[in-house]
């Protein structure tokens, strides 16, 4: 075993190992050597050892879903880089791995709504949760920011992720009357409150543009027309900080 540790890869799966990450072998095309798949992943130093022994310059692989999920951003790809630029704001300061093609692993707190998707985000945007996998690319000397922090997955992902709901038409409301802005307030204040998941992000983005209308025609300042949108949006689930990022973006 003492001949074994002394490669870089097997020492690097120990080491994760030791901090309670189970790990498995995979190939140079991120493939599982493993009979089983991430199935396989252990902690045990022994089965380590020996799959480091039989396949020296392995991949260290590490399930998904238990100890945290994965927005699998492929930032080669246009669409991508476009997403992630325009969310980027929105995306909180957590764990994040540079991938060997030079995409970002961005790691969050387990959620059940998290499962495997490829482009449902967006084109090019992934998820792994439970059943499955990714390369854990800071043990090959990939970078790693915000090592210490694991954020909950935003709402607007989990949106995104949830079953898609009728959209919302952005027709613009015309205000004529003190007495229609009112009922038109309050209608756009209810479709927020009222809001299901899966439909949220969309209606709140929606119900900004509305209360900017109204800012706009000097029926509401913008302050009240923001702060009446979160709390609404409260009721609904939504947190705080989110909703009035999604509320601002839409005033932009």
């Not at 050892?49 to 692989?61: E, Q, S, V």
């Not at 961005?106 to 990714?134: E, M, W």
């Not at 983005?205 to 109204?214: D, I, M, T, V, Y």
């Not at 939504?238 to 601002?248: S, V």
Request: proline share 6%; hydrophobic share 40%.
């Amino acid at each position: 075993m003492a001949n074994i540790i002394n490669f870089p890869n097997v020492r690097k799966a120990l080491a994760l190992a030791e901090q309670g990450l189970p790990v498995f072998a995979c190939d140079n095309n991120k493939s599982p050597l493993t009979p089983h798949s991430f199935k396989d992943a252990t902690t045990n130093t022994d089965i380590i050892c020996r799959w480091w022994k039989r396949w020296p310059d392995a991949l260290i692989g590490v399930p998904t879903g238990e100890k945290f999920c994965i927005v699998d951003c492929d930032l080669q790809h246009v669409e991508a880089q476009v997403w992630y630029g325009e969310h980027c704001r929105r995306l909180p300061l957590t764990r994040k791995h540079t991938t060997r093609s030079g995409g970002r692993h961005l790691l969050f707190q387990p959620h059940d709504a998290v499962k495997c998707t490829t482009s449902k985000i967006h084109r090019n945007i992934d998820t792994r949760g439970l059943g499955g996998y990714v390369i854990w690319w800071p043990s090959h000397g990939y970078e790693v920011l915000h090592a210490n922090c694991l954020e909950p997955v935003p709402d607007f992902i989990l949106d995104a992720l949830a079953p898609r709901r009728e959209s919302i038409s952005f027709r613009p409301i015309i205000y004529e009357s003190p007495a229609q802005t009112a009922r038109q307030l309050e209608g756009i204040l209810v479709t927020i409150a009222r809001a299901q998941e899966g439909n949220r992000d969309s209606a709140l983005f929606w119900a900004g543009h509305r209360l900017a209308e109204l800012t706009g025609a000097g029926m509401l300042s913008r302050a009240t027309a923001i702060a009446l949108g979160v709390e609404a949006a409260t009721r609904c689930g939504l947190g705080r900080h989110e909703a009035q990022r999604t509320i601002e973006n839409a005033f932009r």
